[in-house]
C-alpha cells in the first residue's frame, strides 16, 4: 500500500484523470490519503483519510510517506489552541508598545 501526503495548498481530486473532468472536492496541504490505483499520464486514484472521498489527483500534488506518519493521530486546531495563540500574540503586542513607548527602540525616552 502507498501511503501519500498533499504536498501544495489545494488539490482537486477529479472523477477521472483528467483535468476536463468533474471536481468531486479537494484535498488540503498535508491531508493524508491513500493510493488504489495508479493511472496514466501522472494520475493516482486515491482515498482521503479524513473523510474517505475518492478521486484521481495529480501524483506532483502528492508526496510519500511512510505507514508510521500515516498512522500518526494529527492534532486538530481547537478552540483552546487557537485562544492560546491568541493570547500570546497580544502579549508580544503588548510588550513591543510598551518597548516603543518607553524609547527603548532609539535610547530615548519618549
Not at 483535468?19 to 496541504?29: D, V, W
Not at 483519510?49 to 500534488?61: F, N, T
Not at 506518519?69 to 503586542?93: P, R
Request: proline share 3%.
Amino acid at each position: 500500500m502507498q501511503y501519500v501526503v498533499c504536498c501544495v495548498p489545494v488539490s482537486p481530486l477529479r472523477a477521472e484523470p483528467s483535468h476536463k473532468s468533474e471536481m468531486i472536492t479537494q484535498q488540503l496541504f498535508g491531508e493524508k490519503s491513500v493510493v488504489i490505483e495508479s493511472g496514466a499520464d501522472n494520475w493516482a486514484k486515491i482515498t482521503l483519510k479524513y473523510d474517505g472521498y475518492e478521486g484521481w489527483c495529480q501524483l506532483s500534488h502528492l508526496t510519500e510517506i511512510d505507514e508510521d506518519h500515516y498512522s500518526k493521530v494529527d492534532k486538530d486546531l481547537t478552540a483552546g489552541w487557537v485562544n492560546e495563540m491568541a493570547i500570546a500574540c497580544l502579549f508580544q503586542w503588548e510588550v513591543c508598545f510598551l518597548l516603543l513607548k518607553t524609547g527603548w527602540h532609539s535610547g530615548e525616552k519618549i
